[in-house]
C-alpha cells in the first residue's frame, strides 16, 4: 500500500533530540487528524521509544490491521502535533488522553 503523507519530508522539522521510532496511525500522518491518545509501552527493540499515537477514532477493525499503521521518528509525530511534546519525558506505562473540550492531555498510569 503506498501512502500519502499529509506532511512532506521537506516539512519535517526538527523539534525534539532524537529519541527513536513509535507506531503511528495513519489517521495522523495520511489523514491529519491531531493526536488524540498517546501511550508509552515497553520497547520492542533498541530503536522504539515505546510511544503509540492515534487519533482516537480508530475503530477495533481499524487498530487491528497494520496497514493503517506507520513507524516513525517520534520527532515526525511532533511535527503533526506540538502538543505532545511536554509529554515524551513520561516513563514507560503512561497514557494521555486529549480532552476534547479543553484540547489539553490528561494522564493516566497503566
Same mark, same amino acid.
Given at each position: @500500500? ?5 506532511? #512532506?519530508?521537506? *516539512?519535517? *522539522? *526538527?523539534?525534539?533530540?532524537? @529519541? ?12 491529519? @487528524? ?6 508509552? =509501552? ?10 503509540? !499515537?492515534?487519533?482516537? %477514532? =480508530?475503530?477495533?477493525?481499524?487498530? #487491528? ?13 511532533? %511535527?503533526?502535533?506540538?502538543? /505532545? /511534546?511536554?509529554?515524551? %519525558?513520561?516513563?514507560?506505562?503512561? #497514557? ?8 489539553? !492531555? ?5
Amino acid at each position: @500500500m503506498v501512502k500519502t503523507f499529509k506532511l #512532506s519530508a521537506g *516539512q519535517i *522539522q *526538527q523539534l525534539i533530540p532524537p @529519541m527513536g521510532a513509535c507506531r503511528a496511525s495513519d489517521m495522523i500522518t495520511v489523514h491529519g @487528524m491531531k493526536v488524540g491518545v498517546m501511550y508509552r =509501552e515497553a520497547p520492542e527493540n533498541e530503536i522504539d521509544s515505546g510511544w503509540r !499515537f492515534l487519533s482516537g %477514532n =480508530e475503530s477495533d477493525e481499524y487498530r #487491528s490491521d497494520p496497514e493503517y499503521f506507520g513507524i516513525h521518528e517520534v520527532n515526525t509525530l511532533c %511535527n503533526y502535533d506540538p502538543d /505532545i /511534546i511536554p509529554h515524551l %519525558n513520561s516513563p514507560v506505562g503512561y #497514557s494521555f488522553k486529549r480532552n476534547k473540550s479543553t484540547g489539553l !492531555f490528561t494522564s493516566h498510569l497503566t
